[in-house]
């Protein structure tokens, strides 16, 4: 392994900085793996190198790179099931209760990846609500440029349609692109990608009827949780559904929050006057 404590360290502080994320003592490797890509692109030996060329020369765009690398973007169709469940079973529904028919549902998800998640939702709505396009918008964000222009573009690798999209859904909502796969376009415009750091100020956007930020807090110390919260709170309606990942919660993070079984699964509620 070429890198070096002092430069494990520097990379650390890095991306705590830009994105707020924690890199513990014992990602040394995963350092090394993720950037060593980034050093050969641009003609170094290894890692060590690059960091010591990115210390001494610093710009805006090699420090993008370099915390790009390293936020994780794992993501497949329908990952874990049952918050989209509970999206058609109960939230869509009481929703359309609570909602003129002229008002507009608006849906986030947060840390989209390369567009599994906004996507799975908008099939989901596509199936579930006749002139889904004119009724419900997607803002899905990223703090990756490269998985926000992914999201824009629709398309998926045999491998990446793969992973958890049942086939009467690929059939019914995608078309063959040469070796890849293209989403319809009419789902592709309910969809409106772009950059989002969620550690940062969020860009104007919302109200949200319902936010998915799922499997993405748990990468945040306690602070930075807090903060990200209480700024969704903001951007939602008063009766607006967050979900989280499996292993989420707001529970000793944000007291704000009322957690709302539905199934398997489970969402939050901002709680009213809090």
């Not at 109960?90 to 003129?100: C, F, I, K, S, Y």
Request: charged share 25%; with cysteine.
């Amino acid at each position: 392994m070429t890198l070096t404590a002092t430069g494990f360290d520097w990379v650390r502080q890095l991306v705590h900085r830009e994105s707020a994320i924690v890199l513990t003592p014992g990602k040394e490797y995963l350092v090394e793996a993720r950037l060593l890509p980034i050093a050969r692109q641009m003609g170094l030996p290894d890692v060590g190198r690059l960091v010591d060329s990115v210390r001494s020369r610093p710009s805006p765009e090699s420090t993008r790179r370099i915390v790009e690398a390293l936020t994780t973007n794992e993501t497949s169709w329908f990952r874990d099931g049952d918050p989209f469940t509970a999206l058609t079973s109960t939230v869509l529904p009481v929703l359309l209760a609570a909602r003129g028919p002229a008002e507009r549902l608006q849906i986030w998800s947060a840390a989209c990846s390369s567009g599994q998640e906004p996507y799975t939702i908008a099939m989901l709505l596509e199936d579930a609500l006749p002139n889904a396009a004119a009724r419900v918008s997607i803002t899905a964000t990223d703090i990756s440029r490269e998985m926000v222009e992914r999201t824009r573009a629709g398309r998926f690798s045999q491998l990446e349609v793969n992973r958890g999209l049942p086939a009467p859904m690929l059939v019914r909502h995608f078309t063959r692109a040469g070796s890849e796969w293209e989403i319809a376009p009419a789902l592709r415009r309910m969809v409106t990608a772009g950059e989002c750091n969620l550690a940062a100020p969020f860009p104007r956007m919302g109200p949200f009827d319902v936010v998915y930020l799922r499997n993405v807090l748990i990468y945040f110390d306690l602070p930075t949780k807090q903060a990200i919260l209480h700024r969704v709170r903001a951007l939602m309606r008063p009766d607006g559904w967050l979900f989280l990942g499996a292993a989420e919660t707001t529970l000793g993070v944000d007291d704000s929050w009322e957690r709302v079984v539905i199934g398997r699964s489970s969402a939050y509620r901002p709680l009213k006057g809090a």
